[in-house]
C-alpha cells in the first residue's frame, strides 16, 4: 500500500512496480518502502507470521509488515530485560496485538501500559506541518481495546492525554517504549517524561520519526536526543530506533 496517489498516478505506479518486479523478482513494495533482492526472513517467521496475520484485518495494517518485525524483533530484545512495556498512541491496538502474541506476554512477569485518548491527536498539539486532524474519533474505540486485550491481565488500556495522564499512572521502570501519537508536542512530553525510566539496553521505537511528513517529529526528537547524549538511527520502514546506556 502507497498513500497519496490518485487513480492516474496510481495506476503507472503499479506499472512501474510490475516492471521492477519482472527485473527483480524478489520485490518488497509497501508501506512507502520498496527493497529489492533481501532475504526478509521475518516471512520464515512461523510464530512472527502466525501473530500478524491473526491481527491484521485491512490492507493497510497488513502492508506495515516490516514495521511489525521491527517492533517484535525489540520486543522479543526487551522481554530478557527488567522494566515494563509501554505505547504511546494505540489507535486499535494493532501493534500490540501482534507483539502480545508474538512474545505471549500474558505469561510474562511484566506490565504494559497503553496510552491514548481515543479521540486523536487534541487540538492544541497538533503537528503545524501536516494535517492529522485524521478522523481517529471511532465510536467506542476504548472499549474495542479493552476487549482485545481483555485476555492478558497484564495489559492495562488508559485513556488520558500524553503526556498528563503519565504523571497518574505510568511505570517506573521501562524496557520497551513505543511512540505513536502522530504529533511532535505529545511525543516530546512522552519522552520527557519516561526516557530517563527506560532500563540500560532498554529500547525506543519513534513510529514516525524517518517519515518527511512527520518531520516536525523529527526535529523535536533529534534535539532531545542530542540533548539527552544520543542520536537516534533512522531506519527503512520509517521507524526511529534509540537503544539505552
Ligand atoms: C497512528 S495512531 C497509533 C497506531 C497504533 N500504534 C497501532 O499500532 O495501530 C495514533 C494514536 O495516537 C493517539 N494520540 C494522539 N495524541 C495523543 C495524546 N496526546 N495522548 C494520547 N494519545 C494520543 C490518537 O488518538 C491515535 O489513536
Known sequence: MFYGLDDAKA?????????????????????????????????????????????????????????????????????????DFVECGVFRGFSTAVLAHYLDFGKLPKQWFLYDTFSGVPEDQRNSNHDNSEVFQVSELQAYVSKRFEKYPNIQVVRGRVPEVLAEQAPASIAFLHIDMNSA?????????????????????????????????????????????????????????????
Open 11 to 83: 495506476a503507472r505506479f503499479r506499472e512501474a512496480m510490475a516492471a521492477i518486479g519482472e527485473c527483480y523478482p524478489r520485490l518488497f513494495a509497501s508501506d512507502m518502502l520498496i527493497t529489492v533482492d533481501r532475504n526478509m526472513s521475518f516471512y520464515d517467521d512461523t510464530q512472527f507470521m502466525r501473530s500478524f496475520q491473526a491481527a491484521a484485518e485491512t490492507a493497510q495494517e497488513r502492508s506495515l509488515i516490516w514495521r511489525l518485525h521491527v517492533l517484535a524483533w525489540a520486543g522479543e530484545h526487551c522481554r530478557h530485560l527488567a522494566g
Open 185 to 245: 508536542d505529545a511525543e516530546l512530553g512522552a519522552l520527557e517524561q519516561l526516557f530517563g525510566r527506560v532500563v540500560p539496553g532498554g529500547m525506543v521505537i519513534l513510529d514516525d520519526y524517518g517519515w518527511f511528513y512527520y518531520n516536525e517529529q523529527k526535529h523535536v526528537e533529534d534535539a532531545f536526543f542530542v540533548g539527552a547524549g544520543y542520536r537516534v538511527l533512522e531506519l527503512p520502514t520509517g521507524q526511529g530506533l534509540i537503544v539505552k546506556r
